[in-house]
């Protein structure tokens, strides 16, 4: 049934063969595609561990403050070390939400780069989800510092 189409129909149509360019340009394509996959799951690997920050750091404010008012004053550690209360908490959702950002930036660049390539103008999900998480960030941030 070499060349055939109809899987036994009688149908003789054959498929014509595709040149190399043809071929190449398809590989081309595709490879450009995995990239941008690939990308994306570098975004989402960013996103994840921004997220966990974060949320770590916001835990550890409010935990900080609990103790802080629990014990009437600020936690003092071993060494004499006096924890503010959002210290650690500020850090650690700075760090989250700087970086997220930053992974967005570059995951940005790096599409733009593969537009240049070939890629087609798409929605990017992981790009509006890392967008709305630094937003969360960013929120979480200042709910710490203003006075409630």
């Known amino acids: 049934m070499g060349g055939t189409l ?4 009688g149908m003789t149509d054959s498929v014509a063969p595709r040149s190399s360019n043809e071929l190449a340009e398809d590989r081309t394509r595709l490879a450009v595609e995995r990239s941008f996959l690939a990308f994306e799951r570098t975004l989402m ?7 966990s920050m ?10 900080f ?3 802080a008012e629990q014990r009437g004053g600020a936690t003092v550690g071993r060494f004499g070390a ?7 908490g500020l850090t650690m959702i700075t760090i989250g939400t ?12 790096r599409v733009v780069a593969l537009r ?13 989800v890392a967008g709305m998480v630094a937003a969360l960030g960013v929120l979480a941030f200042v709910s710490l510092v203003l006075p409630g």
């Open 54 to 63: 974060i949320g770590f750091g916001f835990t550890l404010a409010k935990f």
């Open 6 to 9: 109809g899987h036994g129909t």
């Open 116 to 128: 240049a390539h070939g890629l087609a103008p798409q929605w990017n999900l992981a790009l509006w």
């Open 98 to 109: 700087v970086s997220l950002v930053l992974a967005v930036i570059q995951h940005h660049r």
């Open 65 to 67: 403050q609990f103790l």
């Open 82 to 88: 006096t924890w503010a209360a959002d210290t650690v």
């Open 45 to 51: 690997a960013w996103l994840r561990t921004a997220l």
